[in-house]
Structure formats: C-alpha cells, structure tokens
Nanobody, 129 residues
Framework: QVQLVESGGGLVQAGGSLRLSCAASGRTFSNYDMGWFRQAPGRERDFVAAIRWNGGRTYTADYAESVKGRFTISRDNAKNMVFLQMNSLKPEDTAVYYC???????????????????WGQGTQVTVSS
C-alpha cells in the first residue's frame, strides 16, 4: 500500500514556473513507477509525465507531447519523493495535478490512468494569462 500527498501547486503567471512535490509513504516506494496526471474542469484526467522505478544512474522518463521541453519529472528514492518541475507555464496547463504509483513494473512506462494503482488527492495549478 502506498499513500501519496501532493504539494506545491498555486497561482502563477504565464511563463512562470512551479515545482510540484509528491510525498509517498511505504517502504517499497522505489519499486513503483511514478506518474503525474492532470485534470482540467470538464475534461478527462490526462497523462503528463512518468518515471521508471529504478533506472540505475539515470531514470527513464516519458512525457506528454504538450509538456515536452517544459516539464521535468524526477524522483528521490531515499526520501520517497517525486517531483515535477514545470517551466514556461501556459494558461492551458491549468488543472488539478495528481501523483500516481504503478506497481506493475512492466517493460515500459504506462501512460494510461487505469494502469496506476495509487493516487494522491491532487494539487491545483492555475496559470493566468
């Protein structure tokens, strides 16, 4: 069982930056692939980024096309933390951002909502124009 708590959301102007954090409980955090998703009002929850459970010195990551080059996902297994650095924010990035854990440890990172087993409560990110 993993419990996830997001933080770091807020209001920022377009072009600004935010860093989201996700604190995970449980001793087996390093065994999970971790992902960030977002959900805007009236829309489905969408994949943002994911990072492999253990990639040696370099963690494999994947990103939605809409955030590539602007967002960076990282993790600190020693601290049970996952981060999402968001730069060059746009109004269309406004959403509730969710941290999620995938215990499947498949051959590749999952980008579908249904593949993730544990979810946080979300943190609101609002980007003003």
């Amino acid at each position: 069982q993993v419990q996830l708590v997001e933080s770091g959301g807020g209001l920022v102007q377009a072009g600004g930056s935010l860093r989201l954090s996700c604190a995970a409980s449980g001793r087996t955090f390093s065994n999970y692939d971790m992902g960030w998703f977002r959900q805007a009002p009236g829309r489905e929850r969408d994949f943002v980024a994911a990072i492999r459970w253990n990639g040696g010195r370099t963690y494999t990551a994947d990103y939605a096309e809409s955030v590539k080059g602007r967002f960076t996902i990282s993790r600190d297994n020693a601290k049970n933390m996952v981060f999402l650095q968001m730069n060059s924010l746009k109004p269309e990035d406004t959403a509730v951002y969710y941290c999620a854990a995938d215990r499947s440890r498949g051959t590749s990172l999952n980008t579908g909502v249904g593949a993730y087993d544990y979810w946080g409560q979300g943190t609101q990110v609002t980007v003003s124009s």
